[in-house]
């Protein structure tokens, strides 16, 4: 019966597809469109486009992740800190990380560097603003227990900050990992000769509809898959919040 619930959308968005293609040239039956995926990414694409691509989004993602935490938990310590940043993080989150390209081309030369620091640009907000947001919701009555019983320093840092806002920061990280998945196709468009990205925009330049359209479909495939996978993380790093491990205040 689940297995039902679950494919009867994606069943009906296709028949639905196949219902409407047809009509035009650019757009393709579902089997075109199969045929083409198979003989594209079946190939040496995927070790020339798609692994790199796969690579500079996972390492520009746990750049962000880390940069977003390692930032938050002191503004969210911190009322005074948070008071003089706010504007300047105003500031910098208000501006579309695909109008940095060309400044971020300048910086890092069109290379991978260039590409993992745009994923950075627009992942970081998220985690960066919701590790503050849940460092600023911890419960002070947990915090004068720990200074009470002398939970300081690192101990405090992991059993308490980072454990009580970790559903916040899972929050903010599942919001980036979609993020990072537009801002890698978004920058490798630009001075690239490689990449997913790339290689969708050299397929609709030269006409290559199915292909064009396969790629697109590998991109909701590999988001449904990176989705799935943070779901398998979030589950077992807020176990406790869920009910299914330790408290706050265990050892772990």
Not at 13 to 19: E, P, T
Not at 60 to 70: F, H, P, S
Not at 80 to 105: G, K, N, W
């Amino acid at each position: 019966m689940r297995a039902v619930r679950l494919l009867a959308l994606p069943a009906l968005l296709v028949g639905v597809w196949w219902a409407v293609s047809g009509s035009t040239f650019y757009l393709p039956d579902p089997v075109t469109v199969g045929r083409a995926f198979a003989e594209t990414w079946f190939s040496a694409r995927l070790l020339d486009d798609v692994l790199p691509s796969v690579g500079r989004l996972l390492a520009g993602y746990a750049l962000a992740g880390v940069l977003g935490v390692a930032l938050g938990v002191p503004i969210g310590l911190s009322a005074r800190l948070r008071a003089t940043l706010e504007p300047v993080l105003e500031f910098f989150r208000a501006i579309p990380p695909p109008v940095l390209v060309p400044l971020i081309m300048l910086l890092a030369g069109i290379e991978t560097p260039m590409k993992v620091l745009v994923i950075v640009s627009g992942c970081v907000w998220p985690v960066l603003l919701n590790t503050v947001e849940g460092v600023r919701a911890l419960d002070e009555v947990l915090s004068d227990t720990c200074r009470m019983y002398g939970v300081r320093g690192q101990s405090r840092l992991r059993r308490f900050v980072l454990r009580g806002a970790s559903p916040q920061i899972m929050t903010g990280l599942r919001q980036a990992l979609s993020i990072g998945i537009i801002l890698i196709v978004i920058s490798e468009m630009f001075a690239s000769s490689s990449g997913l990205g790339f290689t969708i925009v050299l397929f609709q330049r030269q006409f290559q509809i199915a292909e064009m359209w396969s790629g697109i479909l590998l991109l909701g495939l590999l988001g449904l898959g990176l989705s799935a996978l943070f779901r398998q993380v979030e589950r077992r790093v807020l176990a406790w919040y869920h009910g299914g491990g330790a408290g706050i205040g265990s050892a772990g």
